[in-house]
């Protein structure tokens, strides 16, 4: 199970939002590059990015701020002798042209939510152009989608789209249950494991996450195809110590 550090960016700012609520931000830092390096330094194997005003805008608003952390974390690869440290993001990506510009400056996946959902098209495309850098991302409530910065409920069921998507091509679902975002209640892991079981791609679990117990419980279920779990106001509040919850969870993982 790896725990994957959340850096949300709005404004420049490192941030974090309850339920995706963008006047409910808490900026933990003005520098997103040494925010990088502090969780690489706790032992973070990969890092989540989410630019919060492009999901509204539905366009990058924060690309200066990506490439300060995509240069961040190549140095301390590069110093520490690591072939690569994978960042992916997630947050107004629209079309094939940003993906590839960002991808080529470093990032190893590009997170495609909305879109997914309203231009399934677009993503087939994605999938076809960048095979196997192509995540997925279904927020939820009460297992219907939720698109536009979480803003609005579709009718679409979970399962359903994520079945069609694997159809697709795309290398992974990160899946976050929109209700327990921020709120550090715990990980729905009921629903998390019952979307796993339904498809063959590694899902990735998020939202919810707030103390040891939590990341134990995911590790319990791990291999009903769970691989990951991004962590975000946990870490950054004090519940969750990334170091060693990472650790605890490659111990349970080696007990399996």
Known sequence: ???????????????????????????????????????????????????????????????????????????????????????????????????????????????????????????????????????????????????DGWSKLSGHEVIDLAKKFEGYGVESIVYTDIGRDGMMGGVNIEATVRLAQAVSIPVIASGGVHVLADVEALCAVQDQGIEAVICGRSIYEGTLDLLSAQERADQLSELE
Not at 88 to 95: A, F, N, P, T, V
Not at 135 to 142: H, M, P, Q, T, W
Request: with cysteine.
């Open 1 to 147: 199970m790896l725990l994957i550090p959340a850096i949300d960016l709005k404004d420049g700012h490192c941030v974090r939002l309850k339920q995706g609520d963008m006047d409910q931000a808490t900026v933990f830092s003005d520098d997103p590059g040494e925010m990088a390096l502090h969780w690489l330094r706790q032992g973070a194997r990969r890092l989540h990015l989410v630019d919060l005003n492009g999901a509204f805008a539905g366009k990058p608003k924060n690309e200066s701020a990506v490439k300060s952390i995509i240069k961040a974390v190549q140095w301390y690869a590069e110093e520490n002798g690591i072939e690569e440290i994978p960042i992916q993001l997630g947050g107004g990506i629209r079309d094939l042209d940003t993906i590839e510009r960002y991808l080529d400056s470093g990032l190893s996946y590009i997170i495609i939510g909305t879109a997914a959902v309203k231009s399934p098209g677009f993503l087939h495309d994605a999938c076809s152009a960048f095979p196997g850098q192509v995540i997925v991302g279904l927020d939820a409530k009460d297992g219907k989608v939720a698109t």
